[in-house]
Structure formats: structure tokens, C-alpha cells
């Protein structure tokens, strides 16, 4: 299903957009608040490493990066606080997360393409490069930290400029405990889903079992043919989504009563502001995947499904402007299933 001729002011084509980096090595695509205004305390980048293709060290000064692997292989280091050094391998559907101001660097370990999903918790990330850091301070400074004549960085170029992505004639040597449990790492995939339900599944990185996260969680949820996701919103709680494969659409509801209603495919990206009611359904052919992020570790959800058993029936009957007569027998649900199969045809795309 062609999905370009529906746009939205809550999507960015994320997988269309003109990369603001791009090399032999690599490109990286952003949805920050250059491209949509309404981010808050939410962005996402698409990073696509070639082979021998390396993110240069680099640190985020005001965001938490939280990473999915797409596809392929990559090896992360991190240098943190007090030389603390991490370093393992993420393969297609691990995760990795990076504190604020952490440095890191991704590299490509695959003979072809690597792909990842990196979502932050800052609308407009800042970031700071190896190069630049050492760039910004003068040959005597650098001599004096590392107990070197000034002329020993003579030839270091200058400029402060970000290379993002640079590339190596050989892979890194990785050590075998790159391939171990690591407390910056979670084979998201590779769990069973906490929800299960024939209408689909979700795995779930948020504090609860992965403790590391702060300020930001992910929900890899995949909707069968037959299922949706209910109406519902997250108190406190922005959503960012990305989608992987398969077709949806999504209905949003804005505080001034307007709707939108929107078709969003694979490498398509969204945003929903805290608590604006909405829902997903998979509209298309075979499975439909998406990377749902959230601004909070540990992200709180209110579902239709579940609320409508709070009140008693003539107030809900006199809030829909129904008679109470006509009020359906609406089931008793004491725990949301955030996913539900659909008992209806589904409703005609325009």
C-alpha cells in the first residue's frame, strides 16, 4: 500500500528523509524538532553503517540514547565516568542504552549494511565528537595531558567540525566478553514477549527488567492481521513510534477536538504529545512491527477497554449522550490487554 500521498503533521518519512550525514561509510537520517516541532523530550535517528563503517566516539550532552539493531552487527563501546569501559556486540533485535555524556562509538562488524534505530530523550540532542574535543584545545594542552612535546600533535587537524562517521581498513579485534551479558545491553527480541494475545505480541525494555533505563523505554509490538491496539493514552508520558514492516493506520485526537487519521508503513516515524488519546491498527497484509519509545522508563498507559468500568452506567450513558437503554453491555475488564482482536470489518481507507 503507497502510504506517500498521506501525510500527517504527527509523522516524518523517516526512511525518505535526505540524510544530514552522508558518506562512503555511512548516512544518518534525524525526526528531531527540525523536522517536527511538536518533539518533546523525544527524537530519533536512523544510522546506516556500511562495511567498515564506524559512528566516531562521540557523547550526547543533554540525552539518553537508547538503540535497537535493525539488522546486521555492531560492536558498542562506551567510556563513562571514572574510565569505567563497556564493549559488546548487538545483533538484530538487541537494544543497547547510553547515559547522557557517555562516550561511544558503533562499528559496523557485518560484511554488509547495518542498520539501527536510535531514539533520545531530548527533542534536540547535542552532540560532541572526538575529533572536535581534541580539535578545540592547543597542542601544549594536549602535550601536557598525555606527558607529550606540543609537536607531537603538529599534524592534528583543527577544526571542530563532527566527522559522524569514519571507516576502518580492518575490523576491530573483538574480545570475547563482547559477546556476554552486558548491563548496558538486552536481547529485546530474543525474550519472550511479556504480552502474548492471538491479535499480537509485545516485548518490552523498560526499568521494570531492564534497571539501566533512565528517562526513556521501548515496546517492540507486532499486530497480527486480525488485531489493534486499543484506544488509549499514557498519563505523563509522550510516544514516539518507528515502524519496522507491515502497514498501519493510527488515529490521533488533539485538544482542540480535531482528529487525524493517517496510513504509516515501514520506516515511517510518529509522535504523540503525553496523554493525547489514540490508537493503531494494522490495516495491511502479514504482520504489522513497530518500535514504540517512550519518554519515561517506566511508561504508564490508560485503555478504553478498562476505563469505561469506572464510572456507573447512567454517568458514562449521560457523557456519550446516549440513553442509558441504549448503552452497549460493555464487558468487565480489570486489567487492560492492550491488544484486541477485531470482531468488525475493518473500516474503509480514504
Known amino acids: 500500500m503507497d502510504t506517500s500521498a498521506m501525510p500527517s503533521r ?15 561509510r555511512g548516512f544518518i537520517s534525524h525526526m528531531d524538532a527540525l523536522t517536527l516541532a511538536l518533539l518533546h523530550r523525544l527524537s530519533l535517528r536512523r544510522l546506516v ?4 563503517g564506524v559512528r566516531e566516539p562521540h557523547w550526547h550532552a543533554n540525552a539518553h540514547e537508547l538503540g535497537y539493531c535493525s539488522s546486521g552487527e555492531a560492536l558498542i563501546t562506551i567510556a563513562a565516568n571514572h574510565a569505567e569501559r563497556e564493549s559488546f556486540v548487538v545483533e538484530a533485535g538487541d ?21 539501527l534505530i536510535l ?6 540532542p547535542e552532540d560532541f565528537g572526538l575529533k572536535a574535543a581534541f580539535g578545540a584545545m592547543s597542542d601544549a594542552v594536549l602535550g601536557n595531558t598525555y606527558d607529550l612535546p606540543a609537536t ?10 563532527v566527522p559522524k562517521i569514519v571507516g576502518l581498513s580492518t ?3 573483538v574480545e570475547g566478553q563482547a559477546r556476554h551479558i552486558n548491563t548496558y545491553k538486552y536481547s529485546l527480541e530474543a ?3 511479556q504480552i502474548t494475545f492471538p491479535a499480537g505480541t509485545a516485548h518490552t525494555a523498560k526499568s521494570a527488567v531492564w534497571p539501566v533505563l533512565r528517562d526513556i523505554a521501548m515496546f517492540s509490538v507486532v499486530i497480527t492481521e486480525r488485531g489493534m491496539r486499543e484506544p488509549h493514552w499514557h498519563p505523563e508520558t509522550a510516544e514516539m513510534g518507528y515502524v519496522l514492516s507491515g502497514t498501519g493506520r493510527m488515529t490521533i485526537l488533539d485538544p482542540d477536538g480535531s482528529t487525524d487519521t493517517y496510513i504509516i508503513g515501514p520506516g515511517d516515524a510518529y509522535y504523540i504529545p503525553p496523554a ?18 517512550f519518554d519515561q522508563a517506566s511508561p504508564g498507559d490508560v485503555g478504553y477497554r478498562s476505563l469505561i468500568n469506572v464510572y456507573p452506567r447512567d454517568l458514562i450513558a449521560a457523557a456519550l449522550g446516549m440513553a442509558e437503554d441504549d448503552l452497549p453491555n460493555f464487558p468487565f475488564t480489570e486489567i487492560d490487554p492492550l491488544l484486541v482482536p477485531r470482531t468488525n470489518p475493518v473500516d474503509p481507507i480514504v
Request: a negative charge; aromatic letters at 10%; zero cysteines.
Open 119 to 124: 531514539a533520545f530523550s531530548h527533542e534536540k
Open 171 to 173: 575490523a576491530s579485534l
Open 276 to 293: 493525547y488519546p489514540h490508537h493503531i491498527e494494522n490495516v495491511g497484509d502479514g504482520d504489522f512491527h513497530v518500535l514504540v519509545f
Open 49 to 52: 553503517l556500511e562495511k567498515g
Open 95 to 115: 537494544m543497547f542504552f547510553v547515559p547522557s555524556g557517555a562516550m561511544h562509538s558503533i562499528e559496523n562488524l557485518s560484511e554488509g549494511r547495518t542498520e
Open 191 to 193: 525474550t519472550p514477549p
Open 10 to 24: 504527527h509523522v516524518v518519512r523517516l526512511g525518505q528523509e535526505t540524510p544530514r550525514f552522508s558518506g562512503p
Open 152 to 161: 607531537a600533535f603538529a599534524t592534528l587537524d583543527r577544526g571542530t567540525t
